[in-house]
């Protein structure tokens, strides 16, 4: 069965810093691009990065320069470092990979952002 597990979430101040941990079971998780999204309340799911088997990331424009991408295949671990963290970075995050058209997903580590 494949699993994906979020963790780090948590309540930090504007301008703090969270890294988000997105463990995979199930799966030969070194082959595959993982993706983290977020939702806020109301909104609908955005994508925020993404780091491809090889190590090449991509980044949404809003958390570029703030946040960072990695991996650690032999943790089956995708990393997301969060710094200069804003309210408006405030939602669930999840972290998904795609497998033979089928959408894996975990299930959500909230982050709130908040003085």
């Known amino acids: 069965q494949v699993q994906l597990v979020e963790s780090g979430g948590g309540t930090v101040q504007p301008g703090g810093s969270l890294r988000l941990s997105c463990t995979a079971s199930?799966?030969?998780?070194?082959?595959?691009?993982i993706d983290w999204y977020r939702q806020s309340p109301g909104n609908q799911r955005e994508w925020v990065a993404r780091?491809?088997?090889?190590?090449?990331?991509q980044y949404t424009d809003s958390v570029k320069g703030r946040f960072t991408i990695s991996r650690d295949n032999a943790q089956d671990t995708s990393f997301l470092q969060m710094n200069s963290l804003e309210p408006d970075d405030s939602a669930v995050y999840y972290c998904?990979?795609?497998?033979?058209?089928?959408?894996?997903w975990g299930q959500g580590t909230q982050v709130t952002v908040s003085a």
């Open positions: 780091i491809v088997s090889y190590g090449a990331t």
């Open positions: 199930g799966i030969p998780f070194s082959i595959y691009a």
């Open positions: 998904h990979l795609r497998q033979n058209d089928r959408d894996i």
